[in-house]
């Protein structure tokens, strides 16, 4: 087999690029900022001056730095683009427009194949980094019609979850922080979810303590990223008959 450069590339085989915000939070095995992660390899890329804060305060004013840095993933041969923060998903048609590349910016995105799986009469549980930030209006912003099917429960309330994600206090205590998520998801089994949706980056290493506690289907950033991967590259399979 042949082989050429693309784009002056000085790395190759990285399918996944994923977008960084500008935070100092520990990334434990599980978080999507966290190479080892993954069972095929992914390329980072920070977004510079794209805080926690501005994330969770939807400012627009850093689309131009966040293009940019998408469009320097694009060139060093990724296949598709994610981020490590849910409220990027205010910037999901755009970038998808102007970077010409599949692009999955927030765990949300699962919500309409959710509300397939889910039973009748149940709702999505949904824990996410600020339950004030998801409103109505963010919903119909990046494409999901709101319903009372959503159950939203915020995680900037618990010590720990604050402390080390939205304080940025440079530790985090991943056992404090699992008990908390699932105290969170048990109050959303208590409201009829069918369902958890782990909308933040910072909480797939604790999906399973989730369904062990509420043996419900979880769903996240990795589930959403893998997903698209298998899309890229299809199973090799082997065997016989």
């Known amino acids: 087999m042949r082989y050429k450069t693309r784009n002056q590339q000085v790395s190759c085989g990285e399918a996944i ?3 960084l915000l500008d935070s100092v939070i520990p990334f434990i095995p599980g978080d999507v900022a966290n190479a080892t992660t993954y069972e095929f ?28 840095a998408a469009r320097d993933l694009a060139a ?5 683009v994610t981020g490590d923060c849910g409220f990027m998903a205010l910037h999901q048609q755009r970038l998808r427009k102007d970077l010409e590349l599949p692009v999955c910016l927030s765990s949300l995105l699962q919500i309409p194949f959710i509300r397939h799986l889910t039973p009748s009469g149940t709702g999505i549980g949904i824990l996410t980094a600020s339950g004030q930030g998801l409103t109505p209006d963010f919903f119909e912003a ?11 429960h915020g995680m900037e309330a618990y010590p720990e979850f604050n402390a080390a ?26 409201l009829n979810a069918g369902a958890i949706l782990l909308e933040c980056s910072v909480l797939p290493p604790y999906a399973r303590s989730v369904h062990n506690a509420t043996a419900l289907p979880v769903f996240d950033y990795l589930t959403m990223i893998n997903q698209v991967f298998q899309a890229l590259e299809p199973h090799r399979y082997k065997g016989f008959m």
């Open 17 to 19: 690029g994923i977008l």
């Open 41 to 68: 390899p992914v390329r980072f890329k920070k977004v510079p001056g794209f805080t926690v804060a501005k994330a969770v305060g939807k400012d627009d004013s850093v689309y131009e730095d966040l293009l940019t």
């Open 76 to 80: 060093n041969g990724v296949r598709a």
């Open 142 to 152: 990046i494409g999901i019609p709101f319903g009372p099917d959503l159950l939203i």
């Open 165 to 190: 994600v939205m304080a940025e206090c440079g530790t985090l205590d991943a056992e404090k922080l699992k008990q908390e998520v699932v105290t969170a998801a048990r109050k959303l089994l208590r």
